[in-house]
DNA sequence: ATTAGCACTCTAATGAGGGGACTGCTAATT
DNA sequence: AATTAGCAGTCCCCTCATTAGAGTGCTAAT
């Protein structure tokens, strides 16, 4: 993420020597290849350079100094730092793209779907976890005020009703209502059709704050229902992430930062604790483009060795989500970027034919 | 579960004595506890059996002869064998209760809870597992026959409409549909009106092979519309475990036998692969009572060193589902099953409250 | 039938030793 | 001044041997 820190850094990054930007690139590239420290002679050979592992040595230490790579034990090769990951994905990254047969792989599949929105948004979070061979997060299409556009309500039997609905954005809502007393559909029928005149386009807050005689004399089931309608609302304008759906969670189990039992341990409490992840996404919402967070970096220590490479999809404030994958710091952060920047590419194509010409 | 086999083992089994009853049941206790291979004098202190320990390893051999422990190398305590545990399930299992104030949480959470399917469903998962510190699953209510109950169509913009098909089992079905030309709200509500009144309490099967003129001769958009109807409800029928609800992973990695990676890893592909657990879950939705598969058994081999204790709750063919939860191989399946029995009663309860006086 | 006693077995923990990868430094070289 | 060859030194990690300890099976006595 850009913020003020990160121009400091890019400012002390740009006092990198050319030379020492390739030896931290070749370093970072091998590291994430291999997940073991790396030598000055292996970035001698893997960045094709015409010096002497000595000097590389010399130059190591200058970046060890300046804080991008670090050395586990004295004598070992090195790591990349956290600052040393930032450094590579802002300024040595090379562009990569999906190849031809996976973006036709992928379109395939989006085309194929039908367009339920829990299937849709399995299906996205499956892409980006097979594509990136990672974890993936997608959450639903979420306008930032929800507006209600249609309600049902279905008798299920003499006590009870299921009352289904709808809001602009398409999402569906659902809740069984207990009735003091019998109703016959007859009656739930003409309550629905009275509250969808009311209510049309009505966000939340109007609702609450109407004065129109007809709202606030309500009573019985209508009142009833009403004020669940208004809940429900409530509860969405208050919640930008309502679920998120996950997958390939075993990309990460078989990376080796995960082979011993506690990290993994802690893996699976990270994506259990929603209060960790739901605040990050949340500002994504507000965010453009891709961003980045490497874990460990500033506000993000809980989420130690693990990274999230997240984008915003769809049409701001209408209908727009996250989507994005979490891998290990050490990650093909190219690849990653390069398969979230497509599904989300095709994600707003998606929601703009559904949403888009929308009244 | 109870087959031929088992009655056959029963025969086997009746054949031990008071004492090494005494002896075995006393060892699963101790190395449920423990998770460590249990030697003559530990059995000898835990079950205050009043015979040596010399005795007692007389006896542990003839058990290991019949199969019931066994000992991972000369010289090691023992450890119970699949046959094993179910002998203890089975004959030597004392029947426990949850607590008193275990039993009021989780009623509590019951009551409280808003009465929409999917928020039912999570909690009944998170209750289970919770209470039985181990993992849960829990698959919706569903019927054997998909009838059909309402259909809703509303428009989105001008080539998309959303349909919501509600069926006798309160479940709610929801789709986007393309349409070939702009068709307005008013034509939508007709057509769903239509609908309605054709297909009331159809099955599949009835709509397709109706020859009903009016159903036959639908065109259009009424006739697309009827068609994904079909497909969803025949999918349904199809499909008796439509989603399993899980929670609870992360009570199995605390396990010791978890700690290491792969053991970890296996744990995470069972969980993905469906084609396992759901026949055996599909399989439980004809049975009656709590059925506990010990991991290794018979059929199971595949989840090895795993066990569920499995009730179907609801109410046969008309809206039923699956509940239980899985655990290491080594559980205390009393609580495993006392949890599961006062669920399932929970559950009981509040399906007959909402799909019993039906009609 | 039971038990005390004992030799025996096998694991798991500990620590020593050595190979190997890589460094940092020094001194020579360009 | 920058680079490099060379080399001593560091530290990990693997292997191997040793040992303590838990528990067994068997025998002979009760």
Chains 1, 2 share one sequence.
């Not at 893997?46 to 100094?65: F, Y």
Request: overall charge negative.
């Amino acid at each position: 993420m850009m913020t003020a820190e990160n121009q400091n850094n890019q400012l002390a990054e740009n006092k990198l020597k050319p030379r020492q930007r390739d030896i931290l690139k070749a370093l970072v590239q091998k590291y994430v290849d291999t997940a073991a420290p790396v030598g000055s002679e292996t970035v001698r050979r893997v960045g094709n350079l015409e010096v002497s592992s000595a000097t590389i040595r010399n130059e190591l230490a200058a970046l060890e100094e300046a804080g991008y790579v670090h050395q586990p034990y004295t004598s070992a090769g090195r790591v990349p730092t956290v600052e040393g990951y930032r450094y590579f994905v802002e300024e040595l990254m090379e562009r990569v793209n999906l190849s031809v047969p996976e973006r036709r792989m992928i379109g395939h599949q989006f085309h194929q779907m039908r367009l339920n929105l829990d299937q849709w948004m399995s299906l996205t979070a499956a892409v980006l976890a097979h594509t990136a061979r990672a974890a993936s997060l997608v959450t639903p299409p979420h306008a930032k005020s929800a507006y209600f556009k249609h309600l049902e309500l279905i008798g299920i039997n003499e006590v009870m009703c299921l009352m289904i609905l709808v809001l602009q954005d398409g999402s569906i809502h659902q809740e069984m209502l207990g009735m003091a007393n019998p109703i016959d559909q007859e009656t739930l029928t003409q309550t629905s059709r009275k509250l969808n005149v009311l209510l049309k386009n009505c966000t939340a807050e109007e609702i609450q704050e109407s004065k129109d005689p007809e709202l606030t004399a309500l009573e019985g089931l209508t009142r009833q229902v009403l004020g669940r309608v208004v809940d429900i609302m409530e509860s969405i304008d208050r919640d930008a992430i309502s679920k998120i759906y996950r997958d390939g969670l075993e990309n990460m189990f078989r990376e080796p930062e995960f082979r011993d039992a506690e990290k993994m341990q802690q893996l699976i409490e990270i994506q259990q604790r929603h209060n960790l992840l739901e605040p990050i996404l949340a500002s994504i919402l507000n965010s453009n483009g891709i961003q980045v967070i490497i874990g460990g970096e500033g506000p993000y220590e809980e989420i130690d060795n693990l990274s999230l490479v997240l984008s915003r999809y769809g049409i701001r404030d209408r209908a727009s989500g996250v989507l994005g994958i979490m891998g290990p710091r050490r990650m093909p952060y190219g690849r990653a970027i390069s398969t979230v920047r497509y599904v989300t590419r095709l994600m707003d194509d998606l929601i703009s034919n559904v949403y888009g010409e929308d009244d």
